[in-house]
């Protein structure tokens, strides 16, 4: 595909419960990154991989939040014994680069609702 | 660590007309770069325009341009003749040039609405 592509588009978890959400990067791209946006707010960082090494995990609000890319391309953030306040938009981006003046892609994200 | 505050949440303008966004930081880097994005509804960040901190030149990309003041830390966007379709959330972000702080840090956005 042509760009970042994220599924599933949406996600209801029951509290308790463990989610697995998925990042297909645009092919070639080095960097990428997950954020979390809650309702009404601007993106914050959770955590960044450049290839299949997680360089920057400092974003990640507890240790319920793992995150992988093991060979470089598709990453996983998987949430375990879900949270109320877990419910958010989880917004995967990717770049070809890894300086920061090279463009971030973004895909279309992945409401998760803990119910 | 750098922040980023937008302190418009909503503003509206109506259509054909000029509207300014404001954003203000706080770094304590030299080099860096900023960007406003756009968010509609889809969820998807789109991004609007880009001011590297080196360059005194305030970037432009067709109707929307920046005002780009390093020493006040602010960079605000100017959309000249808006559109229906500018109607979105746009966040105003930060990213360091310098290696190992990769990340983007986001404002807290501003809600756009175009009145026909």
């Known amino acids: 595909g042509a760009g970042v592509s994220q599924s599933p588009r949406y996600k209801v978890a029951k509290r308790g419960q463990d989610v697995a959400l998925r990042c297909d990067p645009i092919?070639?791209?080095?960097?990428l990154f997950w954020y979390q946006q809650a309702l009404g707010q601007g993106p914050e960082f959770l955590t960044y991989f450049q290839n299949e090494a997680q360089l920057d995990k400092s974003g990640l609000p507890s240790d319920r939040f793992f995150a992988e890319r093991p060979e470089g391309s598709v990453s996983t953030l998987k949430i375990q014994r879900t949270q109320q306040e877990d419910s958010a938009v989880y917004l995967c981006a990717s770049s070809f680069g890894t300086s920061g003046d090279s463009p971030l892609h973004f895909g279309n994200g992945t409401r998760l609702t803990v119910t | 660590a750098q922040t980023v505050t937008q302190s418009q949440p909503e503003m509206s303008v109506q259509e054909a007309e000029t509207v300014t966004l404001s954003c203000t930081y706080d770094?304590?880097?030299?080099?860096?770069?900023l960007f406003w994005y756009k968010q509609p509804p889809s969820r998807q960040m789109i991004l609007v325009i880009r001011q590297e901190a080196y360059k005194q030149q305030n970037a432009t990309e067709n109707r929307f341009s920046v005002n780009f003041q390093k020493a006040a830390k602010s960079f605000s966007l100017k959309i000249s003749d808006s559109q229906l379709g500018d109607a979105a959330m746009y966040f105003c972000a930060y990213r360091s040039a310098y290696f190992g702080n990769e990340k983007l840090t986001f404002g807290t956005g501003t809600r756009l609405t175009i009145i026909p």
């Open positions: 092919s070639g791209h080095v960097s």
């Open positions: 770094t304590s880097e030299s080099d860096y770069y």
